[in-house]
């Protein structure tokens, strides 16, 4: 017997939709036309603490610098091109993202669109004509909470757990061994590297492998240290934003990156018209803002008045340029 | 030597076994559906939608045991799909589960954003805590390193004699091997051979759930991208090296985790001086020299991946 089936999807059907969603399109695309669009491209889920960091200050640009802003999360090498493209093609006059993973194919794609800014998160540099960088030169927070370490630690060891070892994570580690260092000579340094970005049960794991080695002061540089830091009652410091409601107890600070500063810049000079390729990794630094000590929130009575003193001390010699943090990017090796 | 100054403490013990249980329970889970003939590799997905689940109910009802109950019961609703999808409609069983995989884990991570929104810190409820339990933890050495831990660990270890017991002394467990190795011979003895295979599918979605929620409700208190990062494909390696029996399974996962627990403690013990890469691949390194040598002749069972339709020879 032959009998015809309906196809699931009827042609009629199928326009309808396509009509709704140009519908939809259209209106959500009604901005002002000097309204600046700005677009993101990032290679993980947004929750991931690096990206989350750019993610929330593009969210505070649209707020406070009126842009248009549309992003776009876990997008492969295999898709960035297109999605780059997409962009571009789309009339967003800035485009920013994390390249690390892409490197070669974001700045392919920016060369076919010399009208367009491109921003990216890159450990290399700047590419002419459109294509600047930054990254997260967070090195001397992590120095400041390094030396709060070295004097909290009652078995002078510290420990840090982290991603792997490329220069954006070797210098947080290697800068908090230093300050640990400076304060406390007796003080030890180990380094765990659980092989991604993010794990949170291994690095968890990794964490209590450390405090069973001694370890009473641990750098969370990834996710997931801090609950192994409260689980065995021992000290934790945060890293990328501020992570003391993870647990108030145990976080006497956090190492935080804040993007706002390159944000604003940005797109100040895109707006401007004067938007060159460059490296912005310079509005990261504590010196304008884009990094910077957390709060001791729970800690501040915990924490004695020398301790802060001294903090506060080597925070303002930063500021003013007296004090340079040495950026050690080669990888640390445990004690 | 160092190596063994870092395996005689207590801490290694109670870290390896930590890190085996979740292995081990969806390990086991892979062994039954492949015991009645069904390579699963929907078990990465499950395991990540376990882990959502899990923590979802949790989260919202506040009950972690709930929270449990929810990851088991979407691990069977998936594995069941895979028993449509191979058993009766008899599709490929790698393609099958690799697309279960990626359906389930698009789900977890969409539902996880539909309901939790894009918060900058995820949320988190407070997990599983260890219990010692009564005389028993107080024993030298074995105290804290076998009775001083979360239930689920308990629970596991009591679920490998109860596998065995099942798999080798009950007529069902006789029903399972005999549908995994020779279908028509179970058909005509009266088995119902697509009927067994759905249940040993939704046994180990089930246990994958489990093992899942694991990560988001034990060893961590939070759902997050990455919390199952490929263990599930360990499990599958392990069910060979395991050679099908659930007390070499066990054991399988046990030297997983034993390896992996060394693994970390010499990357910060700083003693040995070699790049952290080849600490992390030691576990994987030796679970395959391991399967190279112990199960090199280990026999699959005879009916894996073969779809059975009746009065087909």
């Known amino acids: 017997m032959v009998t015809t089936r309906k196809p699931f999807f009827t042609l009629r059907a199928l326009t309808a939709l396509l009509a709704v969603v140009a519908a939809f399109g259209l209106g959500s695309g009604k901005a002002n036309a000097d309204t600046l669009k700005v677009a993101a491209v990032f290679e993980t889920p947004i929750e991931e603490p690096w990206v989350n960091q750019i993610h929330v200050a593009l969210l505070q640009a649209k707020k406070e610098l009126g842009i248009e802003y549309t992003w776009a999360e876990s997008v492969k090498s295999a898709d960035f091109a297109r999605v780059m493209r997409e962009y571009a093609e789309g009339g967003n006059k800035l485009v920013m993202g994390d390249a690390f993973g892409a490197e070669r194919i974001a700045r392919r794609v920016a060369k076919d669109y010399p009208d367009v800014a491109f921003t990216f998160g890159s450990g290399i540099g700047p590419a002419e004509p459109n294509f600047a960088v930054f990254d997260n030169w967070i090195h001397e927070p992590a120095y400041l909470a390094g030396m709060i370490a070295g004097k909290l630690t009652k078995s002078n060891t510290v420990g840090a757990v982290a991603a792997m070892t490329i220069p954006e994570v070797n210098r947080l580690c290697n800068a908090f061994c230093a300050g640990a260092k400076e304060v406390n000579n007796k003080v030890k340094c180990k380094f765990s590297f659980i092989g991604s970005f993010f794990d949170p049960p291994k690095a968890k794991e990794a964490a209590l492998a450390q405090i069973e080695q001694g370890v009473d002061v641990i750098y969370a540089e990834r996710f997931g240290v801090i609950e192994a830091a409260a689980e065995r009652n021992i000290v934790a410091i945060g890293n990328m934003s501020d992570q003391s409601e993870l647990s108030p107890e145990h976080v006497v600070t956090s190492v935080v990156w804040d993007m706002w500063p390159t944000v604003k810049q940005v797109v100040s000079l895109v707006k401007a018209g004067v938007f060159s390729s460059q490296d912005f990794g310079q509005f990261s630094f504590m010196g304008k803002g884009g990094s910077f000590l957390a709060p001791y929130h729970a800690w501040d009575k915990k924490l004695s008045p020398e301790i802060k003193k001294m903090v506060d001390e080597r925070k303002s010699a930063i500021l003013d340029g007296t004090f340079r943090v040495d950026i050690d990017e080669s990888a640390p090796k445990s004690e | ?313």
């Open chain 2, 1 to 313: 030597m160092e190596v063994f100054d870092q395996i005689l403490q207590t801490g290694f013990f109670a870290a390896l076994i930590r890190v085996a249980t979740p292995l081990a329970c969806a390990t086991i889970g892979e062994m039954f559906s492949e015991r009645a003939g069904v390579l699963n590799l929907g078990i990465e997905g499950i395991m990540l939608l376990g882990a959502m689940s899990g923590f979802t109910v949790a989260y919202f009802s506040g009950s972690l045991w709930l929270g449990m109950a929810a990851a088991a019961a979407s691990g069977i609703v998936f594995a069941a799909l895979m028993g449509l999808l191979t058993v009766t409609l008899g599709l490929s069983q790698h393609v099958s589960g690799l697309g279960v995989t990626m359906l389930c884990s698009g789900i977890s991570f969409y539902c996880y954003r539909l309901i939790f929104g894009q918060p900058s810190q995820p949320p988190n409820v407070q997990p599983f805590e260890s219990v010692a339990l009564p005389g028993l933890a107080a024993i030298p050495f074995l105290g804290p390193v076998l009775f001083n831990h979360v239930v689920l660990v308990y629970l596991v270890f009591a679920l490998v004699p109860l596998a065995a017991w099942l798999l080798y002394r009950t007529p069902w467990g006789l029903a399972l091997r005999t549908v995994g190795e020779n279908p028509q011979a179970a058909a005509s003895a009266g088995v119902p051979v697509a009927w067994m295979r759905y249940q040993a599918l939704m046994i180990s979605g089930a246990l994958f759930g489990i093992g899942g929620a694991y990560f988001s409700l034990a060893q961590f208190n939070a759902f997050t991208f990455g919390v199952i990062s490929g263990r599930g494909w360990v499990c599958i390696a392990l069910v060979v090296l395991g050679r099908w029996d659930p007390w070499r399974c066990a054991l399988a996962a046990l030297l997983f985790g034993a390896v992996d627990a060394l693994q970390l403690r010499l990357q910060s013990s700083g003693a040995i001086d070699l790049p952290y890469q080849l600490f992390l691949m030691l576990p994987f390194l030796l679970t395959v020299v391991a399967m190279a040598m112990l199960s090199r002749n280990a026999r699959a069972p005879a009916s894996l991946l073969v779809p059975y339709r009746r009065e087909e020879r």
